[in-house]
């Protein structure tokens, strides 16, 4: 049969050697089937002479040859190129294969969490088209690795949605070893009852489909179970059964499970023999201590105490060498770690010194939008003064025109009538020039102002108001004889537009006791309407101008 698999894989090649892409076709055909058949097709392949596409192709297909053959994928490499090719070219389902074989070498270097953050990459693409066999594939992994982290409810999930997913690609095998997976799980929760009921059913099917392989596993782990639950008699039967039906091919799992049985029944030379077949059939290095802490055991209840420390002996010797592989490791792995938090960090604080950066440009930005519409408003505030103060003023000069006009018609024998106007055009200039803007700024209007409203000058001043504010006064007697004239005076220089500062100097008193008067006024006045004080003096002094 060897010597017709080598012509069978000759004659492949010798007729796939022109045409790389057709040898990589038939070795995809021999992935499932004849997976060392399609290991050798892509050796015999000269990656130098591939195109990307091919390229891509051929890291997919070795990477999953290997895996097929119990193989150790060296590096990731391999698997990257087909990982970045094929989220370039959206080529989803190749995409889905290529991170699930990059999650198995992360799986297989003993990195739990990238896998499973690989796996669940691989689970988002897959389940987008509905590859059913591969999904089934994932979750297997993901159940895998959650048993090893002791996650145990959300392994038992995983397992059965992997035979979910087996079962609706029609793949038998695969369902087959989901089954025993998740029959198996159900230990760590003590649940033999479902343990036995999964396994039967693994069983059942790898006999529907004359599975030996399958068998044998599946009598081993009922074997185990029984072992647990303490049937010695049924754990004993299940053993034989997976060894008759694998004979010579036993791996040592198979083995242990005798070789404990009979140290258990206290058969020591039936346990030794088995346990020491084990060794024989050892495939992985980390099962060895095991053996070797049962062989001690052995030779410890047969008072073997030499041969016994012995086993010790080598049973520290293997844990140390294991113990400094797994801390060199653990240290590339945190070394590797840190390096990944490092740069994140890193990262986090450029991305924080930038949003601050963003901080200080979009608030300067808005400080200067203030400042520039704080000066527009400012600017136009004083243009509205501005106008507010030429229109008074060229109103104070029609007035002023207008009594001009009275002085000329008067003729010589009203001489003292003639005086009276002189002086009221002379206090109305005054105020005018008080009262606007430009008068305030050229003149020192205080010293006007205090000597108009001295007590002997308060008729004439009363008078010159009166004129610009078209009888404001006269308004203010006849309607609130209540009112002093002190108030009288608070009135005026509120309507000739003085602020309250200003008032106060005037006054020679505090800027507070203005506002009390103001108040005190408004209570003499029996203000029911609760008016401002401002706008009671413009609603009297619009009373006057509509009347006028």
């Given at each position: 049969m060897k010597i017709l698999g080598v012509f069978f894989i000759t004659f492949c090649i010798w007729c796939c050697s022109k045409d790389t892409c057709m040898v990589?076709?038939?070795?995809?055909?021999?992935?499932?089937?004849?997976?060392?058949?399609?290991?050798?097709?892509?050796?015999?392949?000269?990656?130098?002479?591939?195109?990307?596409?091919?390229?891509?192709?051929?890291?997919?297909?070795?990477?999953?040859?290997?895996?097929?053959?119990?193989?150790?994928?060296?590096?990731?490499?391999?698997?990257?190129?087909?990982?970045?090719?094929?989220?370039?070219?959206?080529?989803?389902?190749?995409?889905?294969?290529?991170?699930?074989?990059?999650?198995?070498?992360?799986?297989?270097?003993?990195?739990?969490?990238?896998?499973?953050?690989?796996?669940?990459?691989?689970?988002?693409?897959?389940?987008?088209?509905?590859?059913?066999?591969?999904?089934?594939?994932?979750?297997?992994?993901?159940?895998?690795?959650?048993?090893?982290?002791?996650?145990?409810?959300?392994?038992?999930?995983?397992?059965?949605?992997?035979?979910?997913?087996?079962?609706?690609?029609?793949?038998?095998?695969?369902?087959?070893?989901?089954?025993?997976?998740?029959?198996?799980?159900?230990?760590?929760?003590?649940?033999?009852?479902?343990?036995?009921?999964?396994?039967?059913?693994?069983?059942?099917?790898?006999?529907?489909?004359?599975?030996?392989?399958?068998?044998?596993?599946?009598?081993?782990?009922?074997?185990?179970?029984?072992?647990?639950?303490?049937?010695?008699?049924?754990?004993?039967?299940?053993?034989?059964?997976?060894?008759?039906?694998?004979?010579?091919?036993?791996?040592s799992d198979y083995y242990i499970l005798l070789g404990d049985i009979y140290l258990k029944e206290n058969k020591l030379d039936s346990a030794e023999y088995y346990i020491k077949k084990c060794l024989d059939n050892v495939l992985q290095e980390k099962i060895k201590p095991g053996v070797y802490v049962r062989l001690q055991k052995i030779n410890e209840k047969k008072g073997n105490f030499y041969q016994a420390l012995a086993f010790a002996k080598k049973v520290s010797a293997l844990t140390d060498s294991m113990y400094r592989d797994f801390k060199r490791k653990s240290v590339w792995e945190f070394e590797q770690k840190y390096r990944y938090e490092q740069l994140q960090r890193e990262a986090a604080l450029l991305k924080a010194k930038e949003a601050w950066l963003w901080v200080i440009v979009i608030s300067l930005g808005s400080l200067i939008i203030i400042i520039v519409a704080l000066y527009q408003y400012i600017v136009d505030k004083r243009k509205r003064e501005l106008i507010t103060y030429r229109l008074r003023l060229m109103t104070f000069e029609h007035k002023l025109t207008a009594q001009k006009c009275n002085l000329l018609l008067l003729n010589e024998r009203d001489q003292k009538l003639k005086e009276i106007v002189q002086r009221r055009i002379e206090i109305t200039k005054k105020i005018i020039v008080a009262t606007t803007l430009n008068g305030r700024q050229e003149v020192d209007y205080k010293k006007i102002l205090t000597d108009l409203l001295a007590v002997e000058k308060w008729e004439e001043f009363c008078e010159g108001i009166n004129i610009l504010y078209d009888g404001f006064v006269e308004e203010l007697k006849i309607n609130y004889p209540m009112l002093t004239d002190t108030d009288l005076k608070l009135c005026c220089l509120t309507c000739a537009g003085f602020t309250t500062k200003e008032i106060a100097s005037f006054m020679q008193v505090m800027d507070c006791t203005i506002n009390n008067r103001r108040c005190e006024i408004m209570k003499k006045i029996e203000n029911s309407r609760k008016l401002k004080f401002k706008d009671f003096i413009k609603e009297v002094a619009n009373k006057c101008s509509l009347r006028m």
């Open positions: 990589l076709q038939k070795a995809d055909q021999f992935m499932e089937t004849y997976p060392d058949s399609a290991l050798c097709l892509l050796e015999t392949i000269d990656t130098r002479q591939l195109t990307s596409k091919e390229n891509a192709w051929y890291a997919l297909l070795y990477t999953q040859a290997l895996d097929k053959n119990h193989k150790v994928i060296p590096n990731d490499s391999l698997i990257r190129i087909a990982v970045d090719y094929y989220s370039h070219h959206r080529e989803v389902q190749k995409l889905a294969e290529a991170k699930y074989y990059w999650g198995c070498y992360y799986m297989d270097e003993g990195q739990k969490e990238e896998a499973i953050k690989v796996f669940l990459d691989a689970e988002k693409i897959a389940l987008s088209v509905e590859a059913n066999n591969l999904l089934g594939l994932i979750y297997n992994r993901i159940a895998i690795l959650q048993e090893n982290q002791f996650r145990i409810k959300q392994a038992q999930k995983s397992f059965s949605n992997s035979v979910y997913y087996f079962h609706k690609a029609k793949n038998l095998k695969n369902e087959n070893i989901a089954l025993l997976g998740k029959g198996n799980i159900f230990r760590y929760t003590k649940q033999y009852d479902s343990c036995i009921y999964y396994l039967d059913k693994a069983l059942w099917m790898a006999q529907e489909g004359n599975d030996t392989s399958l068998l044998a596993l599946g009598h081993n782990l009922k074997g185990y179970i029984y072992m647990y639950t303490g049937d010695i008699r049924l754990a004993k039967q299940e053993a034989l059964a997976s060894l008759c039906l694998l004979q010579e091919k036993s791996s």
